[in-house]
């Protein structure tokens, strides 16, 4: 099979959340099955082409949009350590800017224009490189104008280079589905007759996000908990209804993570390398991570971490909530991450509040995420709603035991710790229900007093160490959609 993966952001070359794994693993994993899978993504300014070795490859595709042309570069460069093409849209008056999709927490006003010039580019780039795939694979809204112009595009309906090729959408946050007002229907390309209920119009507005769920031929989220959810009012973000009517197509595949960049065995961004039979390097771990955040250095303390987006979604309002509780314990809490600005400011006064127990790092840093999944004893997740989540995969693999609220990916990947689950090899973690600071609390007093009691902790790290999310099985389903989606 022919496969192009369509992605907004794609690890290593540019990154602001778990779609950026995602699409840097999932691609690789297809290969090994022996399919031609290459891969479309906008080179920003954050991508760094020298390291990468980006080449140019097609000096000029045009765009057009409404009057104004736009002169369009295509980039290339295989993924690092293989040969799967990687092929970046360049067109630095978008692209060109600090942020992906925002800026100081604002989003690009022209984001609509951004992606849709993406979107179209892309398309146009495969007629240029003779390359007509059998699958495009596109993720969340950013690039669900691909489905919308095959269908729709004046120059691309009728063609039989486009119009045999089949596009699978996958929503990986419903949360964020490129909203915006009706007028931006003709800067991107398309015409009135998409402005429809049944099409991309959304109370008088349109939406990206109900475009790729209504133009492309199946549908995929990352879990399957999530993938009901999401057809409920409560999760559905006012999209429920459309996904509910397209209830036959849509999938639920958890998501993997790749092994080879999060596996404390082999990491190269920890102080110390570990394996469940040999735990020595995650103390070592432990005492680096202290170290760097100015705390004691203490083994006994148990060390919760949190690495995550600072967005409502994550369950920041519950630890605002719980927060004096929480640090009259004696615990030692680091936080990695950067979002809303309400959120930056109560966890700095958290850190002022709490020099002793409390690390503080308003910042993004994937080293520190790594060292940070090596060091803490315990992994925080009190999401309100979560698509897949990949930290809690990733602490699973580090022993960094995860406190998780019962929602999404996070329902499906952690099994609650009791003498039962811990006996038979599932427990992995411990579970809350209730989106209350109660809830919380209580989850996370029953993992400090199983952590007292070393013996059954150390059989929890170990069963979610021997854990497997790696890609194999998760790509193997996206072969069998992509195979059932060409009729066979
Ligand atoms: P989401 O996609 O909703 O942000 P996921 O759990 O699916 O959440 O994925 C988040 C990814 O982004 C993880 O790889 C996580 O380590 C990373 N990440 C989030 N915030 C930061 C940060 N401030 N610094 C470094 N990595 C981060």
Redesign the pocket.
Known sequence: MKILYVSSEVVPFA????????AGALPLALKKFGHDVRVATPKYLMTDDEKFGLKSILNEIKVHFQFVTHYTKILSANFPGTDIPVYFVQYNPYFGREGLYTETGSDYPDNAQRFALFCIATLWMLRALEWNPDIIHCNDWQTALIPAHLKHHPDLRFDEFYNRIKVLYTI??LAYQGRFDHDTLEKIGLGWEVFTIDGMEYYSDINLMKAGIVFSDEITT?SETYAKEIQTPEFGCGLDGVLRCRADHLTGIM?GIDYNV?NPAVDELIPGKFSPQRMAGKTKCKKALQEKNHLPQRADVPLIGM???M?D??GFDLIAQIAPQLFSMDIQFIL????ETRYHEMFEKIGKDYPEKAGI??????R??HEI?AGADMFL?PSRF???????L?SLKYGTVPIVRKTG?LADSIIDATPETIANGTGTGFVFEEYTPEALLGAIRRALESYQKNIPWKKIQANGMTQDYSWGSSAKKYETLYQKMLGG
């Open positions: 990154k602001t959340g778990g779609l950026a794994d995602v990986h946050n990352v998501n999060w690495i995550s987006r967005a979604q994550k990695l991450g950067t979002g790092n308003v910042t993004f840093d994937n520190l995420a999944e997740m979560e698509p897949c989540g990949l930290n809690q990733y990916g």
